[in-house]
């Protein structure tokens, strides 16, 4: 038996990691698949050894919350983001309300040269009392709304599985705890000099930047899932089926293969199905990303989530629910989310073996300062116990070593590479893409929409001898009036911006799947490709060489014939976009394979490619298999980006190590990209994988200076110069280097502010 379990609760890679292997461990349950893009659990179990319970008991015993899959609809799973998020907010919020007055209150004291207004009740000098119990009334709010931190951190921490939340825990508890410490010395044994060694702020400070992270990730989590939930939104809501002879609506959801369903002109078609009567042509762009609307005749296949353009069609329902061709998609989305390889956080991984070792590292020093002291082997500075001594070696462990600047490093760089990026027109979605765009060894780009504009234009005019080419396209154009097709209409609009005042048209016949034919000026003008040509008998032999020239560009020949005798060719094409040869040099410039994919046939897209120095072309390529194309990439060793507009594209997009959309491109699309480019300018694309390695060499930076003050540090505060006669560090002076960590990151971070395409 197979279930899909929604869970709760689950906010990075180790989470996910964590419930699988949790599950997986449970005697009866045969596999265990965790998706962190749509927080759900796919659990294959023996129901006569494990019960459904008995898995969700063990979710909860791991700390998230199993979630009931039929109540969890797409609506109900947009409302419990929304109040997750609202949570969030509202906790950075009243983490920053107390944190700021409490972080000035603390800090004036500190700054010596500089005088901050500040009530007399609260001098650290003459009330140290007060002073401590304000900031500490202040401190608890704070740790109040990010008491989750301590929950999830010392659990992970017990069940040896620590992660950032255990060292926000283990960091910040004993900033306070030392604090606290500090201000029972004051109120109990009156040493006002402990005033000095308030480290409250510290814990405010990182839980209020802790929970402003945590709420930009909710956020981005949550735009990741529309795209899934806007594919949905594509489909029909009702189909109209013949029912004993008469025509009934019903929910889409009811109709059963078999039905013949009847779809108007402007309708969506509901599902996927072979056309019984009629003709039309279909506009199937928001499934293959082509603008070109498809002729559909009887015996035709029709697709769900299509639209009937201009015929009446009716049709047998073949694929209906979960088998549509946008179901299909809507799996692949899902699919090709959870298959992603989850970028291992450096710090998350370092924080596996550097809390613990830390926390050892600051008992062990305390219980042998204790012990050297206590046996007389040592001395302690001057006015202090062995336990004071000792103490304040493992509180100033803790400190110097607490995480501020290990968990800034990152996102730190992230905000401003990301902001950077959208200075530049480049929407980077979050931190993964930006640490993944820079290692990207292959790039594929869709063809329509992407290297091409997406809108076919006139691009040659070839008349026979006798014949004016612009009154060619004139009396071409004045035929077309009456079509709906793109070739025509591109037809029209290339004589119009021409200056051509285009004619009135007499007997206006579309002929499907072949062109039109009407009289224009007292001439029988017909247009269309080469089988209505043959179907006229219209001889074609003068222009044989042009029409094969022009197919080998990539171009779309419409032939002309007036009175019936061949006038010319009226040469239609998607073409390139003034960017796309520029942008794909820069690539070719930093060592990354430039790739092409394209439903088109090899001949035309050989074309397209060759045009702008593509190096390999997936051609004839059907729109779900667009991903798979990407798959066998990646199988073969390679980082690879896709560049991508269409819906058709949104699985590939999602597949790709890296999913780039074009903004002029689909909502679906933009949604299942990690980077959308604003501007539709294919120069952004090279920007955007420099914008990412620089951040990355920023990020590496910035935990050198993280760690390193670290290395320097825990040995000083664990008592190594006082060893050697040399002074013991005091608390205030590790959480001074401690802060220095922090701006030194923060310096860093905002060099990025420099970064041009």
Not at 200 to 209: D, H
Not at 239 to 265: L, Q
Not at 332 to 359: H, M, N, R, T
Not at 722 to 744: E, I, K, R
């Amino acid at each position: 038996m197979t279930v899909t379990i929604p869970i709760g609760g689950m906010h990075c890679a180790a989470c996910s990691a964590r419930v699988e292997k949790a599950i997986g461990k449970l005697n009866g349950v045969l596999s265990a698949s965790v998706n962190i893009a749509t927080e759900k659990a796919t659990v294959a179990f023996d129901p006569a050894v494990i019960r459904l319970s008995a898995i969700k008991d063990t979710i909860v015993g791991v700390g998230f919350v199993p979630l009931d899959a039929a109540k969890e609809t797409a609506g109900a799973d947009k409302i419990r983001r929304e109040r997750e998020i609202k949570s969030l907010r509202a906790k950075f919020v009243t983490a920053t309300v107390f944190g700021l007055p409490l972080l000035y209150i603390a800090m004036s004291p500190m700054i010596p040269w500089v005088t901050l207004p500040l009530p007399k009740a609260l001098s650290m000098m003459r009330f140290p009392l007060t002073y401590g119990l304000v900031q500490l009334i202040l401190t608890i709010p704070i740790v109040a709304v990010g008491y989750k931190f301590y929950t999830v951190g010392f659990k992970n921490l017990l069940m040896r599985s620590p992660n950032m939340d255990s060292l926000i825990a283990v960091g910040t508890s004993a900033a306070v705890l030392y604090s606290v410490y500090n201000l029972f010395r004051v109120a109990v044994w009156h040493d006002f000099k402990a005033a000095e060694s308030f480290y409250f702020e510290t814990a405010g400070v990182i839980i209020a930047l802790i929970l402003l992270g945590k709420t930009l990730e909710a956020i981005s989590k949550g735009r990741t899932g529309e795209a899934i939930k806007k594919l949905m939104g594509l489909a029909p809501k009702t189909a109209v089926v013949v029912d004993n002879g008469e025509e009934r609506e019903i929910p889409v959801d009811d109709v059963m293969p078999g039905d013949v369903v009847v779809v108007r002109p402007g309708a969506k078609i509901p599902v996927d199905g072979t056309v019984t009567e009629g003709q039309s042509s279909v506009d199937e762009s928001m499934l293959t990303g082509e603008s070109l609307p498809v002729d559909k005749k009887p015996g035709d296949a029709v697709y769900g989530a299509t639209i009937n353009a201009n015929g009446l069609l009716r049709f047998r329902a073949e694929k209906v629910g979960a088998d549509t061709a946008l179901a299909h998609i809507i799996k692949l989305v899902e699919d090709a989310q959870g298959s992603k390889a989850p970028i291992a956080k450096l710090a998350d991984i370092v924080s596996g073996y550097f809390v613990p070792i830390v926390c050892l590292i600051a008992l062990v020093t305390a219980v042998a300062w204790f012990a050297a002291i206590s046996a007389g082997i040592a001395a302690p500075t001057p006015g202090k116990s062995a336990l004071e001594f000792s103490l304040t070696v493992f509180i100033s462990v803790l400190v110097i070593a607490c995480p501020c600047a290990l968990g800034l490093a990152t996102p730190t760089a992230i905000m401003v590479g990301t902001g950077k990026g959208a200075e530049n027109g480049i929407l980077i979605k979050g931190g993964e893409a930006l640490e993944t765009a820079h290692k990207i060894q292959t790039i594929v780009f869709d063809k329509t929409g992407t290297i091409t504009e997406g809108k076919p234009e006139v691009t040659d005019i070839i008349s026979v001898s006798g014949v004016d080419k612009e009154h060619l396209l004139m009396m071409t154009a004045s035929a077309e009036r009456g079509s709906e097709h793109p070739l025509g209409r591109a037809i029209v609009l290339g004589a119009q911006s021409r200056g051509h005042s285009l004619l009135s048209a007499d007997k206006f016949t579309a002929i499907t799947g072949m062109g039109i034919e009407a009289v224009v000026n007292n001439t029988a003008v017909l247009a269309g490709n080469r089988k209505l040509m043959d179907d006229r008998r219209v001889s074609l032999a003068e222009l044989e060489p042009d029409s094969d020239k022009l197919m080998s560009e990539g171009k779309t020949p419409m032939y002309v014939a007036f009175d019936g005798k061949a006038a010319g060719i009226v040469a239609v094409a998607d073409v390139l976009k003034k960017s796309s040869k520029n942008a794909i040099e820069r690539l070719h410039k930093m060592g990354i394979e430039v790739a092409m994919i394209t439903g088109d046939n090899k001949k035309t897209a050989a074309a397209i490619a060759k045009q702008v120095g593509i190096d390999r072309v997936l051609a004839e390529v059907l729109p779900q298999d667009k991903s798979a194309e990407v798959k066998k990439l990646q199988e073969g060793g390679r980082k690879v980006a896709m560049v991508g507009d269409g819906i058709n594209d949104a699985p590939a997009l999602a597949q790709a190590d890296v999913g780039i959309a074009i903004g002029s491109g689909t909502d679906v699309a933009m949604e299942s990209a990690d980077i959308v480019l604003m501007r539709s300018d294919l120069s952004d694309v090279p920007t955007a994988i420099n914008l990412s390695k620089r951040t990355i060499s920023n990020i590496k930076q910035n935990l050198f200076w993280a760690f390193g003050y670290n290395v320097l540090g825990i040995p000083i505060a664990a008592g190594a110069l006082h060893l050697f006669g040399g002074p013991l560090l005091n608390p205030v002076f590790a959480a001074a280097a401690m802060s220095l960590s922090s701006v030194s990151v923060l310096t860093n971070a905002l060099r990025l502010k420099r970064f041009k395409s």
